[in-house]
């Protein structure tokens, strides 16, 4: 029965990580209007201000009328869309409709069939963010690391699941227990203690004086206590 439903939990924690993630994948494609909105620079014809391994944030929401020159966009290569490029929008080649030519910052010049021409059906959206090499990361998320990572995770989640062993909880009770025990002895003794010492300001004094000195014990046992 324990094994059960240590089994049902395990597969609930793990049902609720992908719901969250797929929650969250779903939030940002909608908030950044493309179906995905990370992408990492992967050849460095943006150097100096983009770095290979760097992961640009595309908004998606920004419309392909609305660029202008100076913009980095990120867009399907236009012969064939078989790529994904990232370049800066150098010249606007027609208004209506719009088709724009891009460049590299690091090429001498736009590269025919890959800078122009670009329209909106090959558009993805405007760079808004770069994350500095965070791309690192990625390239050991493809097979078999991305697997590691995740039987980490799940790990992660068994340990928790399971807690500290039975044994090792009962110890460190037994162990708190004592430290009680021991501090309830303690307390005992203390009180015994000051009881003693009031006895003795009061067994060699007269009426009068015993009273004071009852009233300065009290006081004495008070701050001390």
Known sequence: MGKLSLKSGIVKDIIIVVIGIAIIWIGLRVAFGTENPFYVVSSGSMIPNLEIFDVIVV???????QLKVGDIIVFNRPDGHDKVIVHRVAEILNKDPLVIRTKGDANPGSIPGTD?????????????????????????????INYIIIAVIVGVMLVKQFGKPKSEIEKLSDEDKAKNSDKEIGKSSIDENLSSDKSYLTENSDSSETKANDESSTDKDSSSK
């Not at 908004?59 to 009328?65: I, M, S």
């Not at 122009?116 to 558009?123: C, G, V």
């Not at 993805?124 to 500095?132: A, D, F, N, T």
Request: proline share 11%; glycine share 8%; hydrophobic share 35%.
């Open 59 to 65: 908004q998606g929401h920004v419309n392909f009328d």
């Open 116 to 144: 122009f021409p670009i329209t909106k059906n090959d558009y993805i959206g405007k760079v808004v963010y770069v994350i500095p090499q965070i791309g690192y990361v990625t390239r050991i998320l493809t097979p078999p």
